[in-house]
């Protein structure tokens, strides 16, 4: 088993964090030294604490119960039962959400058309903000023109995810969406926005923003992810 002095919950197959703790004599003895539980037993206290302010436990106490939601007891078992989108709907809809605010990339310009108008039928007031928002030069932030995607003559718009962090902080929407930021922009949008933030789907350009199929796809096709 590995040796760590950090958490590594990735590589453990004890699963104690899924057990009745106060039913067992040694709770933590059959954890691995890299549990963060045994790590950091102190943080447990800490983040109870914060779950008792009344804004955190209201919301964990509705995305439980959204969990509990999207699945369905049937004779022939547990099955799930609401795709992601109409989780998001259903979670708004708990947390008395009604202003939703949508930061896309332009790549995701379709759909970013479809989910305000499923949004505004369900209800909603919707708020969306595209990547390109302020209409920047790239140079503005060190991008030499070879580094430009269409070519080292061409215009091309920065990506602004501060700004559209911003303006949905200013439209003081009740949830932030994220939908296909790129990786890095997302970053800074996440760091900018002061909102509640949920993200929809990420961007993949090769898997159709399913990037976890290149992780299915690492003993065969996207072997070269390994090293080996």
């Not at 602004?160 to 200013?170: E, F, G, S, T, Y």
Request: proline share 5%.
């Amino acid at each position: 088993m590995t040796k760590t002095n950090h958490s590594m919950c990735s590589k453990c197959s004890k699963l104690i964090c899924k057990t009745d703790l106060q039913a067992e004599n040694d709770p933590l003895g059959e954890a691995p030294e890299y549990c963060p539980m045994k790590l950091w037993p102190g943080l447990l206290d800490e983040a109870l604490e914060e779950y008792k302010k009344e804004e955190n436990l209201e919301c964990a106490r509705l995305a439980s119960i959204q969990e509990f939601e999207c699945y369905e007891h049937t004779p022939q078992g547990i099955r799930t039962r609401h795709p992601r989108i109409e989780e998001l709907i259903m979670f708004a809809q708990k947390c008395n959400y009604h202003k939703l605010g949508i930061a896309f990339c332009s790549g995701l310009e379709h759909e970013a058309r479809l989910l305000t108008r499923i949004l505004e039928k369900n209800g909603f007031e919707v708020v969306s903000v595209r990547c390109k928002v302020g209409a920047v030069p790239k140079e503005e932030i060190g991008i030499r023109p070879e580094e430009k995607i269409a070519g080292p003559e061409k215009w091309e718009s920065m990506c602004n995810p501060i700004l559209q962090a911003m303006i949905l902080n200013a439209e003081n929407v009740d949830l932030a969406i994220m939908l296909g930021l790129c990786i890095g922009h997302d970053t800074l949008f996440i760091k900018y926005c002061q909102r509640p933030i949920t993200v929809l789907a990420v961007k993949d350009r090769v898997t159709g923003h399913n990037p976890l199929a290149a992780l299915y796809l690492s003993s065969s096709y996207y072997r070269r992810l390994m090293k080996d």
